[in-house]
């Protein structure tokens, strides 16, 4: 196997490359990397990475104001958060989702005031915990 498609297939390198990538304000291609990175996360049952990638990605299209996009990947975020018991995690999904919503002049809209009682309820539920 060659050396490209190994790091084509390891999550790290491209979790790594994504990183780099972000800083240089290359956002569209560190999306590319994070999600791929997710993707390969996910098959190997390291969730939390996977959840974490998703949400790299998602940062990526907030940076871009490509908004809509970053919306469905902290869903997707939160919803891998959520499954897995990550739940301040998912919460900090959420909380980008409402400033999606901000950024798109819809933070009165049903979705997002969905959103923010989400972000309550879980928020109460963990303050109960400790």
Known sequence: MNLMSTEK???????????????SGK???AAENFLKSSELYRKKNNFFDSSNMAYKAG??????KNYDSAIELFEKS???SFQKGFD?????????????YKGLNKEKSDEAIEIQKKIKE???KLSKQF
């Open 9 to 23: 297939e390891d999550p790290i390198i491209l979790h790594k490359q994504g990183n780099a990538l972000y800083e």
């Open 27 to 29: 956002f569209e291609e």
């Open 59 to 64: 940062e990526c299209h907030f940076m871009q």
């Open 78 to 80: 939160a919803e891998i």
């Open 88 to 100: 301040r995690f998912g919460v900090s999904a959420l909380e980008y989702i409402a400033d999606c």
């Open 122 to 124: 879980v928020k109460d």
